[in-house]
């Protein structure tokens, strides 16, 4: 569907010129944001985590060949080519993929022997620690660096106790967390180290980084991924004795027809994800460059909007650009990260404040460590500040462009919006974001 042709406001302005000339397009003085009573920059609505579409011919194909065969799951071929092509992308040697992610977390949980306390940061999808506590397994909350947001090692090594029994890492928005500092420290104190690396298929590291899968590693394969598998998850890792058995945990334990010989579940995934993820595969390197281009294409359009910073990403570090991740400083923008959140979702643009307010104030997590809140600085300030753009095969770099055009103008008449939102009633506003509770702003 096409995008509105503001030509009136966007065209008079050169904001709806290609992503590289909205800087020379400047001042958009005259562009009216939604919430100040212009039309909205989108008719459609732009998400976070639009599904990437592969090719439907291929996929097709493939479900006919499922239909025929009738093999539908239980580790049928379309699986088995799937967990090959993935272990040899994560460069690992084996790898069991899962129903989703999620699962995958706990059992790779249990299969490592985790219990006790595991280090874990805060800052992150609340399945990573729910995959614990599922377990029987107390998360320890750790703060994360400001830069990477990923587990900041110091205070890793400062919260381990005679209780702990393992790390579980976050590769966070495809970055790649200190792998081998975490490993060299799990080996000094004896711990399990594990990565949710949920974010991060098809990423890697600059430079060689044997730590980067520790112990084992899981991705996911959900919808909102770039490679998806409608939904899915993975296991990856180099040690035989534990594929072994999270082997037996996936499919209930069974060794043989009626031979159990260890504590399972049902996390199989089935042959028509893995034939969606198989397609998907394909297409990975067409995804990741299409959304480099809308990186760029961000990266010159927010340059000069004050308050609005788009996290760097290492030019020598195969990325996923999976999420396009700002810090919004309300000092400088004069807007909180709330109000803009609000204001875009009046553009149609559906940018998510990803993983407000941190794990340790969400339940049953929130009273857990009492203390969680003055020991967990950089979360809680990360956490108020972080703001994701939408990206995806479903943006192109001019869509990009207009949404940097539209937060440029937010930004710039920012008092008038502040006043604007605190009256407004529209239902497309996120809960926290309803007229009475605007002017509360962050916690
Ligand atoms: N660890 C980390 C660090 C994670 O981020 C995640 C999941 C996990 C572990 C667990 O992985 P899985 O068990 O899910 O494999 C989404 C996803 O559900 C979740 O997978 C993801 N991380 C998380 C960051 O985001 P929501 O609830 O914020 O997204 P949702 O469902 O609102 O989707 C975003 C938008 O995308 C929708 O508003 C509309 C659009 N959309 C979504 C789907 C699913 C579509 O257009 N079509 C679709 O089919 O959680």
Redesign the pocket.
Known sequence: MADLPHKATEIATGTARAAGDVLAARPVTHLCAAVLGGPPAFRRTL?????NMPDQKAFLKRMQHILDSGRLTNWGPMVQEFESRVAGIAGAKHCIVTN???TG?ELAIAGMGMSGDVIVPSF??V??VHALWRQGVRPVFCDIDPVRHCLDVACVEAAITSRTTGILG?H?WGNSCASDALRDLARRHDLKLLF?A??AFGCQPGRPDGAYLGDAAVY??????CVHAF???AIVTDDDDLAARLRLMVNFGFAGEDVVTYLGTNAKMSEASAAMGLTSLESMHLFFDHNRENYTAYAAGLADVPGVELMPRSANRVHNFQYVVTAIDPEQAGLSRDELVAALRLENV?A?R?FYPGCHRMQPYAGLSPRAGQTLPVTEAVADRVMILPTGMALSARDVARVCARIAAIVQHAPKVRAALRHCTDPRLPDFARAADTAAGPH
């Open positions: 998400h976070v985590g639009q599904p989703n992610a999620t977390l992150t999808f399945a990573t976050v966070l949710d949920a974010h996911s394969f959900h919808a909102t991924k939904e899915g998850g559906f998510r990803y």
